[in-house]
């Protein structure tokens, strides 16, 4: 149990395009879901915090709107990362916080990665 | 602020070992503690968390919280090639977000 996949799992485009990322819970109802970026040899730096039906938490140094946030359903976020630059390249990894259940309070379930490569 | 800091390493242990791997945290509020494991290119897996102070054993592995010090460790028994990957410690307060160290990075020598 608690699977979070990840689509795509990796993409390359050209500097100036939008890419769009999926993140779903497969087997569990997720209320908040997390985007984090980790840069090579980095650990990872939370981007921003989904709540199911509102508008997204970011962090400090964040671009809200560079990187929109959408998490329409309890089991689906999407980060789309507009007019996308080189220096945008990064591995985005979303996670997904069950809601109630077996699960303790703080537990996090980590999709499998999206690498993200812009030219 | 919130932060939670790991020696960056590597950690080399002969297969068989014991790793001992380190985790101090700044914020006294931190309520759980999570280590997960990082493979390269992965994205990380949940290996244990830990709530009370003392010891908390699950297979190979043992994790260690001292909230008093406000440091947390994790002891992996038999340490196995397999094991070789990074590892990072969290910090959560009673809200939704974990804070993470950079990772300790562990090579198993076989």
């Known amino acids: 149990g608690a699977v979070v996949s990840q689509h795509p799992s990796w993409v390359i485009c050209k500097s100036g395009t939008s890419v769009k990322i999926e993140c779903r819970s497969l087997?569990?109802?997720?209320?908040?879901m997390f985007w984090y970026r980790q840069f090579p040899k980095q650990s990872l730096m939370l981007m921003a915090t989904s709540n199911e039906g509102s508008k997204a938490t970011y962090e400090q140094g964040v671009e809200k709107d560079k990187f929109l946030i959408n998490h329409a359903s309890l089991t689906l976020s999407t980060l789309t990362v507009t007019s996308a630059h080189p220096e945008d390249s990064s591995f985005y990894i979303c996670s997904a916080k069950p809601h109630g259940g077996k699960y303790s309070y703080n537990e996090q379930f980590f999709g499998p990665g999206t690498r993200l490569t812009v030219l | 602020q919130k932060e939670v800091e790991q020696n960056s390493g590597p950690l080399s242990v002969p297969e068989g070992a014991i790793a001992s791997l380190n985790c101090t945290y700044s914020d006294r509020g931190s309520q759980s503690f999570f280590w997960y494991r990082q493979y390269s290119g992965k994205s990380p897996e949940l290996i244990m968390f830990i709530y009370s102070n003392g010891d908390k054993e699950d297979g190979r592995f043992t994790a260690q919280l001292n909230k008093a010090s406000q440091y947390v460790s994790l002891l992996i028994r038999d340490s196995q090639p397999s094991d070789s990957a990074t590892y990072l410690c969290a910090a959560a307060t009673g809200a939704n977000n974990l804070f993470f160290g950079t990772g300790t990075r562990l090579t198993v020598i076989p």
């Open positions: 087997d569990f109802q997720a209320t908040t």
